[in-house]
């Protein structure tokens, strides 16, 4: 998803706006981006400065710099829960593990190269079991017992699933069975950060609220969740933008070092 | 310009992008060329012949098809790249090749080496696990063997002399690495760790007096060039697995890093350590080969026949070398890469990271699959620990 | 004489085919869905009725694929490696070499003059060898399945792929097209991936001609055409090459029925 | 008679084997009991009795971390260790037996005593770690990599892994079990000097014997599985492998239990009593079975396959004479050796470099006449299966005897697909069918 906060020169929030989903988008960060112009009655040319993150940060032609969604979230969630210490985010692409000390980001894990364990996991499930993703939570609040997920590979946890139906176990306990397996993978990686309160989780499936007690049981800890899950990253990249551009002004520095326009990024090659 | 005339980083990188073009010209001229798996083949020994060492290498950048039909797909991509090369034909200019219990993989790679390609000399070196002096005797008599096997396939009687000799060409081509990397010391440093790469990949695709002239060149061609590589913002050391390849430092030094320094088998692990001259030369050449090369390979301790064990002392023992590179670098972070599915670096990393941790020095952990392709899902890690030693 | 069901419960897909002397008399797919066993008793309700014939004249089901387990009708089950020798031979006696394309299976069989089984490999545990990812990446590039096949020929630089994963090369698709790839290369660079894999499997177990490929991923003539390239041949591809293993299952029984080998009791899960 | 009991009968076990199992099994508690009492204990990786002899007559007791994975694996207590080892920052593709034991270490190291729920009573505190340079890295860094939460010393062994033909040039192996024995005299004096007691040679000289003759003993034991139909099935060598490869328990004991074992198989190959009846298929097994999941040799043998012969690393060496080397030390080096590199002269004859592993699976083929081979790659242990694809190639072109892989792992049980792979043997007996006419169009034997 491509996520706009446009902040005003105090931090305050302007305009929020979550674009489409699914990667076949991101390529539309100027619509998006657009979009959230209008909302706030914005021209482009109005905006001192545009940080880009996420997995597709390389995809924004208009940003004055490209900064990871790990230390973007970090300064998100930090100015939204300054006690917090260790974060998760659990998006589309990856999941992470933050450690925040004093607002910065000190130390972070990623997962490896496997879907299993992030949004996609239940992208795909999602797709298998003919469900919305937004209604997953909900289900899983219905199970009596818990699935045990073996597969560690979303491709061979579809065809594990669909044999649990075929021989009749009930969808809200496949579910949850499903979101303890994502809890488990994500705690088990983030452990390498020894884990302290207070513990915030963020990223789309934050607002998954079966996901949210998965983990909250499997860590044996409370778990924040931010209003807007989705945001933070976003929000942390504006953050970031705004201080870069006030540190540049403070030093008498142009705020941009290239001329930017709203631009399309060139995703396919017109034949 | 013709071909001959270039020279230096130019030249590097020639060699580097068609690393068989000299070793073939000189096959012409009528020449033996043998390649060589890991570290541990003695390039003396080939150099006192007059036989060019080739460096058998993988390529990250090409598919691994046929080597899959003799070497399942759970071990060290690069073994199994190295060896598809192998069985695709593109080593088969070699005259022979000599390999080495680097690690378990690796040996049993070196046999399936032989029987599906059958070179017309092999010869098998067993590699000890660990340094003590027993260990360094057996490898002694190893490469007498050795000596022996290659007598008798080039009909040509090797002299201690002709040895010795080797031994001072070799060690200059070390010195000349040396001046090299010291290059690297200034800020911005004079040659990138991309470019490293290619003269190290090169290096080892040539015999190695040309090797050294190689050096020479680039040596004075880097002093004097006004175009090297720009300040940014870190100043990184490379640790681990086998990197012969110029993608993952490229997309280091692409986002905010120069890479100053490194301790891989390309590289400063391969070259650092000197021979010794002894009466026997191969004294000298057991000792550097076995003992002095550190690679997590082998088994180096600092406890050796002590009933005691005191973990830091045995970090600061194996590892204590990166710490002074680290200074004389004046790198501000450390990478830890690894090839997936090695063992034999797999085990080091996290007592690498307790003692980077232990004298302060930030650092992280990356994995990757010998694959160009791949790499992406590392850059975010790269930039973000780029972003948090700030 | 009776007539034969054959049942190929696969992992996308689940096809019936009704045998009569050997011959095919009707073919029937849905996609598998969540439920194999509902899957299962719908494929034969509606392949029953699209012949116009009741359960009472299917004089035996033999149920193959990955959720052959599930077809609780069926008379016994049976190898998919097995079905599938026996389909292509009935088509194409002449094969030796079997390249079968599924979903996330991916097999190459060799056969000798009797048509027996002599050799098989199989890629798996890793979904780049097969249709799954072709699956993945036509729905990040939003291209309908039966347009991939066609739209990959008007390739002329294929992206190269470098990754040996599926999962991997979605991001590795997507930051393709971030470059600027077109749809065709990147399709096209898809193709010449299995085709790879495809030739690696080949090659392990030994090629003999005539060589077939069979499964859904013969339906993709972009996928068909690398192989070829790859290989250096002309395939043989079966008329409805996603059908093979459910009519090797029926030939299955209908040997077993013509040699009057007893098959054993319905519901037994034994193995054949 | 009724279909199950018929069913049971399918396979035959040996009636010397429960014994023999037995007293592994008591030797392995007895063992838990003297260090749980105290005892000094050393973690030993499996050595092929280069340095657990010389343990055992200095009265150290010995555990083997590798075994214990196993154990853990087995009673499903592994997972929790497993991800302990990936919180303390281990690649997650290294060995499960390792990454089991690590994670174990770190868990008894912040307890500061045994793990009260460790199965089997757990692995008492080390006062060395005996690492073994035989045939796997492994063996050797993951005890390194132990030094974060132990202060016992490594000690690593030496074994030479010298090439086929290199072992036979002249000297070579004088040179590396004279290595060997050097390596081992510096070992005993470090023991000395770590336990502050002296060796008792003339224990070790009993022990290194009691050793060489079991060894003798079990390689003719197997010698009888080349008859038709053959006598013993690969199970009761699992069950049994154990009291040969470590010096388990009492030697004493041990060898007279193998005795007994000698003369029972030797009497069913002279009267023609098959561990299988009718059978029909004769195979050989790669690497170690899926321990949870051994019934599966009961629905194979009920189709008439017998497993006869089974991978090279679990089996005695080739019988060689050691009377004449007095010294025990040198007598056990040159035990490790000849198992090492037992198979090498053959294995040079017929040009085929990799003489542990995969040959001696060429070598058992033919004369243990076998059909077909079941492999069963263990995936995180690079040893147990980097061979295994090169032995399926050479099986298969130069013998022409196919064989089948049902991937599992060491520690991820859920790996080995049962249904999976009885649907595949039944495919695999066809190719067996096949490949026995291309053998006898070809002149083969069997
Ligand atoms: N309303 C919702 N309820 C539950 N899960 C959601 C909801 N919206 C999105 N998600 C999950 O969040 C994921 C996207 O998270 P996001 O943080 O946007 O990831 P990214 O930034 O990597 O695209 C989706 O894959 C989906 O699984
Ligand atoms: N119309 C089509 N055009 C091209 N490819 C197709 C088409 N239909 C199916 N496929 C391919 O075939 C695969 C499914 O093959 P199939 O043999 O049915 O597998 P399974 O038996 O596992 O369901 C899909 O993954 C897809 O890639
Ligand atoms: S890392 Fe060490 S063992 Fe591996 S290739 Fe390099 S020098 Fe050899
Ligand atoms: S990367 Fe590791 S496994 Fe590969 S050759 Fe080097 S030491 Fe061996
Ligand atoms: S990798 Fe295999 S041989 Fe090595 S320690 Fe692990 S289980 Fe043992």
Not at chain 1, 248 to 258: D, I, S, T
Not at chain 3, 131 to 151: E, N, R, T, Y
Not at chain 4, 319 to 343: C, F, M, N
Request: glycine letters at 8%; proline letters at 5%; aromatic letters at 8%.
């Amino acid at each position: 998803m491509t996520k706009v906060v446009i902040l005003d020169g105090d931090g305050k929030t302007l305009s929020a706006l979550i674009g489409p989903t699914g990667p076949e988008h991101r390529r539309l960060a100027n619509k998006v981006m657009a979009d959230a112009l209008a909302r706030a009655n914005l021209a482009f040319s109005e905006i001192s400065y545009v940080v880009a993150t996420g997995y597709g940060r390389i995809n924004v032609p208009f940003a004055d710099r490209q900064i990871t969604e790990l230390t973007c979230h970090a300064k998100g969630i930090a100015s939204l829960f300054p006690a917090v210490r260790t974060a998760i985010d659990i998006g589309g692409q990856d999941a992470k593990g933050l450690k925040i000390r004093n607002g910065k980001l000190v130390d972070f894990v990623m997962n490896d190269r496997c879907a299993a364990g992030t949004g996609r996991f239940l992208d795909v499930l999602v797709g298998t079991l003919g469900l919305r993703i937004d209604e997953l939570g909900e289900i899983s609040l219905k199970a009596t017992q818990k699935l045990p997920i073996s597969s560690v590979c979303t491709v061979f946890a579809q065809m594990e699933i669909m044999a649990c139906l075929s021989e009749g176990t009930p969808l809200p306990d496949i579910v949850a069975g499903l979101h303890d397996a994502i809890a488990n993978r994500v705690v088990k990686m983030i452990k390498k950060l020894k884990i302290e309160p207070d513990v915030v989780f963020t990223g789309g499936v934050a607002k998954n609220i079966g996901v949210v007690n998965a983990l909250q049981e499997t860590l044996g800890l409370n778990v924040s969740v931010p209003a807007e899950p989705l945001l933070t990253g976003a929000l942390g990249a504006a953050l970031l933008g705004r201080e870069l551009a006030l540190k540049a002004l403070a030093e008498g520095k142009p705020v941009h070092e290239k001329e930017l326009r709203l631009d399309e990024p060139t995703f396919f090659k017109v034949k | 310009m013709t071909v001959k005339e270039k020279k230096g980083l130019v030249r590097a990188k020639e060699l580097y992008q068609d690393r068989s073009q000299r070793a073939k010209e000189l096959k012409a001229e009528g020449k033996k060329v043998m390649g060589y798996f890991c570290l541990y083949p003695v390039l003396e020994i080939f150099t006192a012949f007059d036989i060019v060492p080739f460096r058998i290498l993988g390529d990250m950048g090409e598919p691994i098809t046929k080597a899959d039909s003799c070497l399942p797909t759970i071990v060290c991509p690069f073994i199994r790249s190295a060896l598809d090369l192998g069985l695709k034909g593109r080593y088969d200019f070699f005259d022979g090749v000599v390999m080495c219990h680097s690690c378990e993989v690796g040996e049993k790679a070196a046999h399936i080496w032989r029987i599906y390609m059958d070179p017309s000399y092999y010869h098998f070196l067993d590699t000890p696990h660990t340094v003590h002096a027993p260990a360094q005797q057996q490898f002694k008599g190893q490469l007498e063997d050795y000596q022996k096997t290659l007598e008798a396939f080039t009909g040509k009687k090797l002299s201690a002399g002709k040895l010795q000799e080797a031994v001072a060409t070799c060690n200059k081509q070390r010195v000349l690495v040396r001046e090299l990397y010291d290059l690297r010391k200034s800020d911005p440093p004079l040659i990138s760790g991309t470019e490293i790469i290619e003269v190290m990949v090169a290096l080892m695709s040539i015999p190695v007096a040309e090797g050294s002239d190689l050096l020479q060149q680039v040596i004075s061609e880097v002093k004097e060039r006004t175009d090297g590589p720009q300040k940014k913002p870190h100043r990184l050391l490379l640790w681990g697995t086998v990197i012969d390849n110029t993608a993952l430092v490229e997309m280091i030094e692409n986002v905010g890093a120069n890479v100053v320094m490194d301790d891989t088998c390309v590289g400063s692990r391969a070259y650092f350590p000197m021979v010794e001259p002894t009466d026997n030369p191969l004294d000298g050449l057991s000792r550097r080969y076995l003992v002095d090369i550190k690679c997590p390979r082998t088994f180096h301790e600092a406890a050796y026949g002590d009933t005691k064990k005191d973990y830091i002392k045995d970090l600061e023992y194996r590892f204590g070398y990166l710490k002074d590179f680290a200074k004389e670098w004046n790198a501000d972070g450390v990478i830890l890469q690894s090839i997936r599915y090695c063992d034999i670096h797999g085990y080091d990393t996290p007592g690498l990271q307790d003692y980077l941790n232990h004298i302060g020095l930030p650092n992280i952990y990356i994995e990757h699959d010998y694959s160009e392709g791949a790499l992406a899902p590392l850059r975010t890690r790269v930039q973000g620990f780029l972003e948090l030693i700030g | 004489m009776a007539l034969i069901m054959g049942m190929d419960i696969g992992s996308g897909t689940s096809k019936s085919v009704i045998v009569r002397d050997g011959k095919p008399v009707a073919y029937h797919l849905l996609p598998s869905g969540v439920d194999y066993r509902a899957v299962a008793q719908k494929l034969r309700e509606e392949s029953l009725a699209k012949a116009g014939i009741s359960a009472s004249d299917i004089a035996d089901t033999i149920a193959t694929g990955h959720g052959a387990g599930n077809v609780a009708f069926s008379g016994h089950q049976a190898s998919d490696i097995l079905c599938c020798a026996r389909g292509i031979t009935s088509i194409f006696p002449s094969v030796r070499t079997i390249i079968d394309v599924q979903r996330t299976f991916t097999q190459v069989i060799r056969l000798n003059a009797a048509g027996h089984v002599i050799n098989f490999i199989i890629n798996e545990k890793c979904a780049t060898g097969s249709g799954c990812f072709l699956d993945i990446i036509s729905h990040v590039l939003q291209i309908d399945l039966k347009d991939a096949g066609p739209l990959s020929l008007g390739s002329d630089n294929p992206v190269v792929f470098t990754t040996g994963c599926a999962v991997f090369g979605e991001s590795e698709a997507i930051s393709r097209v971030s470059e600027g790839a077109s749809r065709e290369d990147i399709l096209a660079g898809v193709h010449q991936a299995l085709a790879s894999k495809i030739s690696t499997l080949v090659e392990r177990v030994g090629l003999e001609m005539d060589c077939a490929m069979s499964g859904g991923g013969a339906l993709n003539v972009g996928l068909v055409e690398s192989v070829e390239k790859k290989l250096g041949f002309k395939l043989l591809v079966p008329e409805q090459p996603q059908f093979i293993n459910a009519i090797g299952a029926a030939m299955m029984a209908e040997n077993g029925v013509k040699a009057g080998v007893s098959l054993p009791e319905p519901g037994s899960t034994k193995i054949t | 008679m009724s279909e199950e009991k018929k069913k049971k009968k399918a396979m035959n076990r040996l009636k010397s084997m429960y014994p023999l199992r037995a007293n592994i099994d008591q030797a392995y508690e007895r063992s838990v009991e003297a260090t749980k009492a105290g005892k000094p204990t050393a973690w030993s990786m499996v050595n092929w009795w280069e340095a657990d002899p010389i343990l055992k007559a200095m009265d150290i007791e010995i555990v083997y971390p590798e075994n214990f994975g196993a154990v853990c694996a087995a009673m499903g207590k592994a997972q929790k260790y497993l991800d302990r080892a990936d919180a303390e920052g281990f690649p997650t593709h290294m060995c499960g037996y390792a990454r089991n034991g690590i994670g174990y270490t770190a868990e008894m190291t912040e307890l500061g005593h045994i793990p009260p729920d460790a199965p089997m009573g757990g692995m008492p505190k080390p006062i060395l770690l005996l690492a073994s340079g035989a045939l796997c890295d492994a063996r050797i860094k993951w005890f390194q990599s132990l030094g974060r939460y132990l202060d016992a010393p490594v000690w690593a062994v030496e074994l030479p892994h010298p090439g086929v033909e290199e072992s036979q040039l002249p000297g070579v192996r004088e040179k590396s079990i004279q290595f060997m024995v050097k390596e081992l005299k510096e070992l005993v004096s470090f023991l000395e000097r770590l336990t502050g007691r002296k060796m008792d040679w003339a224990k070790l000289e009993e022990i290194a014997d009691d050793l060489i003759e079991i060894n003798r003993i079990w390689y003719e034991i197997n010698e009888f599985r080349k008859v038709r139909p053959c006598p013993m099935h690969s199970r009761d060598f699992w069950s049994c492998m154990n009291a040969s490869l470590y010096p388990a328990g009492d030697t004493k004991v041990s060898l007279k239990l193998y005795r007994d074992m000698y003369d029972e198989v030797k009497d069913r190959a002279a009267n023609k009593i098959g561990a299988v009846e009718n059978e029909k298929y004769r195979m050989v097994f790669g690497e170690l079975p899926p321990w949870h999941a051994l019934k599966i040799f009961d629905d194979l043998a009920e189709r008439g396959w017998n497993f006869v012969v089974e991978s090279w690393a679990y089996h005695a060496p080739k019988p060689i004479d050691y009377s004449k080397i007095s010294d025990p030390l040198e007598r056990i080096a040159t035990q490790t050796y000849q198992w090492l590199t037992g198979y090498f002269p053959d294995a040079l004859k017929e040009k085929e470099y990799m003489g542990y592993f995969a040959y001696p699976y060429l070598e058992w083929a033919r004369t243990y006449q076998c059909d077909g081979g079941l492999f069963h790659p263990l995936l995180t242990c690079r040893t147990a299966t980097n061979h295994l694809v090169l032995a399926q190639d050479r099986l298969l072109n130069k013998l022409h005897v196919p064989s089948l892989v049902a991937e599992g792992d060491i520690v991820d049980l859920k790996l080995f697909d049962y249904a999976d792979t009885m649907r595949k043997a039944v495919v695999l007996e066809e190719m067996m069918d096949h490949y026995k006419q291309v053998r006898q169009e070809k002149g083969f034997e069997w």
